[in-house]
């Protein structure tokens, strides 16, 4: 609906298991994030790439691998996960005009991790 | 350090009725204050932004205030309805910068 689709949308792992979220958008965007929404907190940015570019890790543990292969893909690789990472990851796109006034961000239904 | 704060408790409102939500903030001078509504399952969605310039702003039953003195937005549904009912993100960011940093939202529920 808002032309940013994730995948899965559910995901239960283990501590020890390796898998990845993928986002992609049909916008034609040039910007993606990636987000954490946990519950009874804000929504954390994690990371930015622009023009597949990593613009910015707000300081995220490295068991957390972005991956951008092209403007309109966005993947987050996961591996060694804690419980405490259990939340929803939403990815989100914009149109970086360059201008001082922040681009809309578009963001997708998220998917909902679990890990035991 | 910075903060965004907005109600924890659910705001329960009469169908008909003008729902206000307060996002305060401290340590934090933002140029634009953004609106998002977001829906169970779903991601945010953009409603509004308001520049630090601007005073208030509206979109059909929507209407944001901005007072950088107060460090305060208030965000009001007018004729509220049931579809209404979701949560709202107010959202921060800098001069030039697509960064946002979030509230933890606040629920609206409005009773038919």
């Known amino acids: 609906e808002t032309g940013v689709t994730q995948t899965p949308r559910h995901l239960v792992m283990g501590m020890t298991n390796k898998k990845s979220l993928k986002c992609e958008q049909h916008l034609g965007h040039n910007a993606m994030y990636w987000y954490k929404q946990s519950a009874k907190k804000p929504l954390e940015l994690m990371f930015v790439?622009?023009?597949?570019?990593?613009?910015e890790n707000n300081s995220v543990p490295s068991r957390f691998s972005p991956e951008c292969p092209n403007s309109s893909h966005l993947f987050l690789h996961l591996h060694t996960l804690q419980p405490e990472d259990s939340a929803l990851y939403l990815c989100?796109?914009?149109?970086?005009?360059?201008?001082?006034?922040?681009?809309?961000?578009?963001f997708g239904p998220g998917t909902r991790l679990t890990v035991l | 350090s910075q903060k965004i704060e907005q109600n924890s408790e659910a705001l329960n409102i009469q169908e008909g009725k003008t729902a206000t939500l307060t996002c305060n903030y401290t340590n934090y001078s933002p140029a634009y204050l953004q609106w998002y509504r977001q829906d169970p399952g779903r991601g945010p969605v953009f409603l509004l932004l308001?520049?630090?310039?601007?005073k208030e702003k509206r979109k059909e039953r929507l209407k944001v205030t901005f007072d950088t003195t107060l460090k305060q937005s208030l965000f009001h549904i007018t004729a509220s309805q049931p579809a209404d009912s979701a949560t709202y993100l107010c959202?921060?960011?800098?001069?030039?910068?697509?960064?946002?940093?979030f509230g933890k939202g606040n629920q609206v529920v409005v009773i038919p």
């Open positions: 790439y622009n023009f597949k570019e990593q613009t």
């Open positions: 989100a796109s914009s149109q970086d005009r360059g201008t001082s006034v922040p681009d809309t961000q578009y």
């Open positions: 308001i520049r630090e310039n601007e």
């Open positions: 959202a921060l960011s800098l001069y030039g910068n697509n960064r946002l940093a």
